[in-house]
């Protein structure tokens, strides 16, 4: 296919997904979203995707949820108790319903628990050192810890509570395995107990859901049908933010955010995103693909790490290309994620010079070739800061080719091992860095530990103190632990942070929201008038 002719398909779903907007009644208790990404999947249990948790937390709930400032509260369980440091009794909420109408039970939960736990998903994070879910009886279930678990409430909140009846009913006890390309019934049905119910997702188009009456709760807000729609084209994105015929985005083109400020029609609502940008490279295979080097892999080496870092100028791309809305990165993790220090998080300003050096020493004078992989409409400029990536380390004689394309066939590829040079966005959900750590940087084996350590990292270092912080209860003794693996990933150059995100986001003067640094708007405290 030609360049012109991928331009105009990309080009013709552009203004597809904007006419589905624009044809929708606008109704005063309609909430119309718009961001430029889609989501993956509806199964709950399969990816661990920002935007898709974002969407499906609408629908399907956990025992806990966040409140407003991210505090672990009751939702599908009304109490815990600590019987002991290896087990939490959840007393379960009586009277709460499914959307298909079946009553919620403890079988629900323990079901749920085995189908996050299976391996073709990348949820098992959420019920880190969970051993078992015992039911005690029709509304009681045990968790069993392998250990203390001081992050347990926090981890559960994304622990999405399905139907048995239902998958059992419909075969799809299974979580979807999304790296095979794999579709089941959840992967396109949803049956939740949440304040929304999905009544369709048409991909790269549109998601619509419309309010729960049977919710066992109340929303603080107003909204009674929400309409999500995925636009990638950041000028048609604006534009029908412009226009009217959307609400609210919360992926505004860093462009145009000045403009928006500007118009007295809309209202910007500002926040830091708790993400960090960052490439990772495969430093455990004997050979990276996508390399003109053989019979070594050249990102094993740190100084080869190192000088691709020292080679960014992320203060350029701050400038420049981020138009101001990011802060340039040193740590793994945001501010706002406890294990984040502003002392610890300043990067080394970039350094052509020494980066040279640094490749010589390595033996490689002349510098080497290599593929970068991105997505194109997952993060804010995610390509264009790749292409900038791409220039700088041209000026130290790596020869970077970039591979941009759309986030869902880049992440399947990823999931495959396919890619040896990646960017990501890694969004801190439990607002705690070992969740970064134990995902990221340890050494992958099975359930969570590694479950996106695609790069296939392996530090010994970082392993025991990922380990060791898993039950240590002191806070004082593992915050500790969490600077050191912290500093650890940082100066063995293990990944390469970029940036973390500033996420404004935009609407109508008329919406009423809370803007949430984990990045997922939440329809039940939104309000349209």
């Keep these: 296919m030609s360049r012109n002719t991928l331009k105009s398909a990309a080009l013709a779903l552009a203004l597809a997904s904007a006419a589905a907007v624009m044809s929708l009644p606008a109704h005063a208790q309609t909430l119309r979203w718009a961001a430029q990404n889609d989501i993956l999947t509806m199964d709950p249990h399969s990816q661990n995707h920002a935007t898709t948790t974002a969407i499906l937390q609408h629908a399907y709930e956990g025992l806990v949820r966040f409140n407003k400032d991210y505090v672990p509260e009751p939702a599908l369980a009304t109490r815990w108790t600590q019987v002991s440091p290896t087990l939490v009794r959840f007393e379960l909420r009586r009277g709460v319903k499914f959307h298909d109408g079946s009553p919620l039970t403890a079988d629900d939960v323990v079901f749920s628990f085995g189908r996050i736990k299976q391996p073709q998903g990348t949820m098992a994070i959420y019920v880190a050192g969970v051993s078992e879910v015992k039911r005690v009886d029709d509304f009681t279930v045990d968790f069993v810890l392998s250990g203390p678990n001081p992050l347990l409430l926090r981890n559960i909140v994304n622990f999405f509570v399905m139907s048995k009846g239902w998958a059992e009913k419909n075969r799809t006890a299974n979580t979807q395995d999304f790296k095979a390309k794999e579709e089941n019934f959840a992967s396109r049905n949803v049956n939740g107990t949440g304040p929304y119910r999905i009544v369709s997702w048409t991909p790269e188009q549109r998601i619509a859901m419309t309010a729960n009456p049977d919710w066992w709760d109340k929303p603080t807000g107003?909204?009674?049908?929400?309409?999500?729609?995925?636009?990638?084209?950041?000028?048609?994105?604006?534009?029908a933010l412009l226009s009217?015929?959307?609400?609210?985005?919360?992926?505004?083109?860093?462009?145009?955010?000045?403009?928006?400020?500007?118009?007295?029609?809309?209202?910007?609502?500002?926040?830091?995103?708790?993400?960090?940008?960052?490439?990772?490279?495969d430093v455990g295979s004997p050979e990276a693909k996508g390399t003109n080097v053989t019979g070594k892999n050249p990102f094993a080496d740190k100084r080869v790490r190192q000088a691709l870092s020292l080679a960014i100028d992320r203060t350029l791309i701050q400038r420049s290309t981020m138009r101001g809305l990011s802060v340039p990165a040193a740590l793994m993790v945001a501010p706002g994620v406890n294990g984040h220090s502003t002392e610890l998080d300043t990067p080394a300003p970039a350094n052509a010079d020494a980066a040279r050096k640094l490749l010589a020493d390595a033996g490689y004078p002349n510098g080497f070739e290599m593929r970068l992989n991105c997505p194109n409409n997952r993060y804010v400029n995610d390509e264009e800061v790749c292409q900038n990536i791409v220039a700088m380390w041209a000026r130290i004689g790596v020869k970077a080719s970039l591979a941009a394309e759309n986030f869902a066939p880049f992440i399947q590829k990823m999931q495959n091992f396919e890619h040896s040079a990646y960017m990501l966005g890694w969004g801190v959900a439990n607002f705690d860095a070992q969740?970064?750590?134990?995902?990221i940087v340890r050494t992958r084996t099975t359930g969570a530990d590694g479950n996106f350590n695609y790069s296939r990292v392996s530090d010994a270092t970082v392993d025991r103190l990922v380990d060791a912080m898993k039950t240590e209860v002191d806070q004082a003794r593992r915050n500790a632990m969490i600077r050191e693996a912290l500093l650890r990933t940082r100066d063995e150059f293990l990944t390469i942070p970029i940036h973390h995100q500033v996420r404004p986001w935009a609407m109508k003067t008329g919406v009423t929201t809370i803007h949430r640094s984990d990045d997922r708007p939440e329809a039940r405290y939104t309000s349209i008038r």
């Excluded at 107003?222 to 534009?239: C, F, G, H, L």
């Excluded at 860093?254 to 940008?277: C, M, N």
């Excluded at 969740?435 to 995902?439: C, H, I, K």
């Design 222 to 239: 107003n909204v009674k049908e929400v309409i999500y729609t995925p636009i990638k084209s950041d000028p048609t994105r604006v534009a």
């Design 435 to 439: 969740y970064t750590l134990q995902s």
């Design 244 to 281: 009217g015929d959307v609400d609210m985005l919360t992926d505004l083109p860093t462009q145009d955010v000045a403009r928006l400020r500007g118009d007295s029609k809309l209202k910007i609502v500002d926040g830091s995103e708790v993400r960090t940008i960052f490439l990772a490279l």
